[in-house]
């Protein structure tokens, strides 16, 4: 089993739809968590921490389940702009990033 | 842009060769990790470098080996390439040391292609 998987993707979906992805992890002793947005051939940035209470940022909501050890990321009326591959991380004694789900977002 | 920079931009080598890759830290940070990105997966850590010092590394062979200077940029050396080395090698800044809090700053990478 790997230490982070993510969704398979390609995720294809129309201009103002609401997308989520899933992550899970297997190392209960992990840290923090992230959520990277990559676009193609370019380097990951971040796109926001995620945290047990959960955060928002826009059209953008991350959550932690630390008890069942996983992580997500929700996307609200998606826009063309928003089409990458979305990499979640998992930090802790090392930094390990899941294979990345492509999303396609059009008109 | 975040203010990491690697060099060079490109690279192809064939196998057996030595290879050295270089990464600029952002302005004040001294933090530098870096990791192997292959063809359709998520990068992977190789190891990170804190004021100087290896304090975490991943699942790579010896042959894969770094330094940080005084200045905290960062050089990444892969000695005897092989053919599965060929990837996207990025190397991310921060100012955290062992902290597993702070934000990691990408730099561009650099496509390595082995022959």
């Known amino acids: 089993r790997k230490e982070v998987e993510q969704d398979p993707g390609p995720f294809n979906v129309p201009e103002g739809a609401t997308v989520a992805f899933n992550c899970t992890y297997s190392n209960s002793a992990s840290q923090s968590f992230f959520w990277y947005r990559q676009d193609c051939r370019k380097e990951p940035k971040l796109l926001m921490s995620?945290?047990?209470s959960g955060n928002e940022d826009g059209r953008f909501t991350a959550q932690l389940n630390r008890a069942s050890q996983y992580i997500s990321l929700l996307i609200r009326d998606s826009k063309l702009s928003d089409s990458a591959t979305y990499l979640c991380v998992v930090r802790g004694f090392k930094t390990i990033f899941g294979a990345g789900t492509r999303l396609f977002v059009k008109a | 842009e975040t203010g990491v920079t690697q060099s060079p931009t490109h690279l192809i080598k064939t196998r057996g060769q030595q290879v050295t890759l270089r990464c600029s830290s952002q302005?004040?940070?001294?933090?530098v990790s870096w990791y192997q990105q292959a063809l359709g997966q998520g990068p992977q850590f190789i190891f990170q470098?804190?004021?100087?010092?290896?304090?975490g590394r991943g699942n790579f062979p010896p042959r894969f080996s770094g330094l940080q200077f005084p200045n905290y940029s960062s050089e990444l050396n892969v000695n005897a390439l092989e053919l599965d080395d060929s990837a996207l090698y990025l190397c991310a800044s921060s100012f955290g040391g062992t902290s597993v809090l702070d934000e990691q700053f990408f730099g561009p990478g650099t496509r390595l292609t082995v022959l």
């Open positions: 302005s004040g940070h001294n933090t």
């Open positions: 470098y804190y004021r100087e010092e290896e304090n």
């Open positions: 995620v945290y047990s």
